[in-house]
T-cell receptor
Framework: GNSVTQMEGPVTLSEEAFLTINCTYTATGYPSLFWYVQYPGEGLQLLLKATKADDKGSNKGFEATYRKETTSFHLEKGSVQVSDSAVYFCALLKSAGGTSYGKLTFGQGTILTVHP | GAVVSQHPSWVICKSGTSVKIECRSLDFQATTMFWYRQFPKQSLMLMATSNEGSKATYEQGVEKDKFLINHASLTLSTLTVTSAHPEDSSFYIC???????????FGPGTRLLVL
């Protein structure tokens, strides 16, 4: 079956530091890959996505590249801010067709804390 | 675009009562919506898949008679927690799947406290 593995957290950084959160996946076919962010007490917000190999998703300074050869979708940001403190979820959407289309498989989430 | 709302955002109820949570896709139609439960500092646990015009599909271990799901239109799904007990207290999050975007969009969540 499909699975997503994220790096263990929590991650604590100083403001303006470089961020990497690793994400690897196992899936059949050609899934789409997502990063969602959850701020305290809120639902999940879509941060970025990529639908095919070598696609790069980007938003708000965050980037992730769909690497089929390494089955990875690592999240990066060059300079984090205090406001980036949140929980980040990597997720996989199985390719179209068949049952369970539309269902996401989530990683366990990574807590990021950024200090001034 | 792609906004999903949930109502209420907070609810406190007495043990034994029922609580209904609404999930709406505001600017797109969603034939499929999902209901999740999230415990503190944990990932989301999928409870059920809600399909417009048909019965919901529940994940293993989720009591369908306790968590009633209705998906009466392409923009509205409801989750009713029947005969709620303190152990049902949790953060419930819905999402709506946009087929055009091939993306799930999430609501802001509903925090339920059963006394």
């Amino acid at each position: 079956g499909n699975s997503v593995t994220q790096m263990e957290g929590p991650v604590t950084l100083s403001e303006e530091a470089f961020l990497t959160i690793n994400c690897t996946y196992t899936a059949t076919g050609y899934p789409s890959l997502f990063w969602y962010v959850q701020y305290p007490g809120e639902g999940l917000q879509l941060l970025l996505k990529a639908t095919k190999a070598d696609d790069k998703g980007s938003n708000k300074g965050f980037e992730a590249t769909y690497r089929k050869e390494t089955t990875s979708f690592h999240l990066e940001k060059g300079s984090v801010q205090v406001s980036d403190s949140a929980v980040y979820f990597c997720a996989l959407l199985k390719s179209a067709g068949g049952t369970s289309y539309g269902k996401l498989t989530f990683g366990q989430g990574t807590i990021l804390t950024v200090h001034p | 675009g792609a906004v999903v709302s949930q109502h209420p955002s907070w609810v406190i109820c007495k043990s034994g009562t029922s609580v209904k949570i609404e999930c709406r896709s505001l600017d797109f139609q969603a034939t499929t919506m999902f209901w999740y439960r999230q415990f503190p500092k944990q990932s989301l646990m999928l409870m059920a898949t809600s399909n417009e015009g048909s019965k919901a599909t529940y994940e293993q271990g989720v009591e369908k008679d306790k968590f009633l799901i209705n998906h009466a239109s392409l923009t509205l799904s409801t989750l009713t927690v029947t005969s709620a007990h303190p152990e049902d207290s949790s953060f419930y999050i819905c999402s709506a799947f946009s087929g055009n975007q091939e993306t799930q969009y999430f609501g802001p969540g509903t925090r339920l406290l059963v006394l």
